[in-house]
């Protein structure tokens, strides 16, 4: 549900592991899908995978597992349409980005969601075109259909690890993206040129205290470094414009409500201050409602 | 000394009152005037003002009374060069933004130096032409010279006190620009549409409350309700773009170091925490750096 690049990399591999899989998505993905295969696209191969595809939802009707990865600003709305069809006994995974996607959308269903935390870097190229960068790790939650699905994936050469720490994923995920996605979308410069500005480094840290200061009231155990690892995204990355300044230059909604602001809204429930990361939120606001 | 709007507008009502007057500014400015007089123009009256004006700092060779009137980012350079001529008894007033000018042109000069903040509208309408919109008051700090500065104002038309809390009064005005300025240059928007954004208003309150800790921290009474001064700006100028705004979209440099600037620096240096001034300073100079 949500075949944009992760819904069609990892329903691609899926199916190319020989399970039958069904695509969600929009129609000009759908009728490529449908005339001409998926075009999988990786550095060791570039297939075109037969599978289903459809652009409505009761095609998840009879699922076993559904990955939901539609955005996090849609998650209320696909969760809304996909509840019907889904049968009773179907395991639900959430591939998203942010870190509250599978407390909404649980409540949305009025059922449990396996959590799920994604590391590819993959973006479609085309209609019904997926292009793999690298990576493809997965972490999902315990559940009773946790190891069947660790086992599909891993048939399909898809690593996987059922952890007791997804949300920690998603919060070390959603932390590194606080640090570079509004600074990068308010200035439209790439992440080199914007780590090399005086005083950026140290807002950084301010950005990623305040987080891990919003996850530790949370409840939320953030493993690792997060400085460190927010240091090493301008090394390996210096020309990136994060996807929010990309959203932005196009006039697009970004999903700045879900980064920034997901710390903002958590912080003011949890009593705790986040300043910087709410002077960034409002200004992306206010450029976006400028932009559009 | 720094013919602008400011030095120009009391340099011309002191002229215009009897008083002998050398204006020391630009070519543009000193050539039109020595050509034609200061025009002085306000809501009451339109008027040619006969004065002498030249670019050259040692015009200021026996003064008694040297208004200061450079931008914060000039005191230094303009402070060393004037310094050679000025009279052992020569007074000297301040009459600029920013807090920290009367400490940097005393240290500069090696004597002290009058505080003044002014409360004025002005702006050049043209070469050798200073337009009036508002206001004029001034106040002094209390030195041996004030009251017969004072009275020279005061025969001039201009309201001017003489005040223990110059530091005050300019701290008061430096708080209202930290609050605007920055965040309306970011965001190319005037003020009206700035405070209609979400989150805005607390974000401003952020600021605010940082920089009267910096204040406070630096031992100045800050006198009356800065939330409130600060909300009032928006409503009585809401199509007003900050000078910042104005700088950044002309690729020239801004005064952002004395305003956001000077309230992380005398923070650090005191050991006061301003996150949100930090990171709106760090914004503008990436802007800043990324137009010129």
Partial sequence: MGAGAIGCYYGGMLARAGR???????????????????????KAFDERVRLQASTEPQAARGADLVLFSVKSQDTETAGKVLSPHLAREAAIVTMQNGVDNPERLAAVLGRDVIPGVVYVAVEMAGPGHV??????????????ASEAIAAAFREAGVPIEISDNVAGGLWAKLIVNC????????????YGRLVAGAGIPAVMRDIVEECLAVARAAGVRVEGDMHKATERIAQTMPGQYSSTAQDLARGKQTEIDYLNGVVVRKGEALGVSTPVNRVLLALVKLLEAKSR
């Fill in 20 to 42: 039958e899989v069904t695509l969600i998505g929009r129609p000009q993905h759908v009728e490529a899908i449908r005339r001409a295969g998926l075009r999988l696209e990786t």
């Fill in 131 to 144: 292009r793999h960068h690298g990576r493809s790790e997965l972490a999902i939650g315990q559940a009773p």
């Fill in 179 to 190: 640090a570079y996605n509004a600074l990068s979308a308010i200035t439209q410069l790439p």
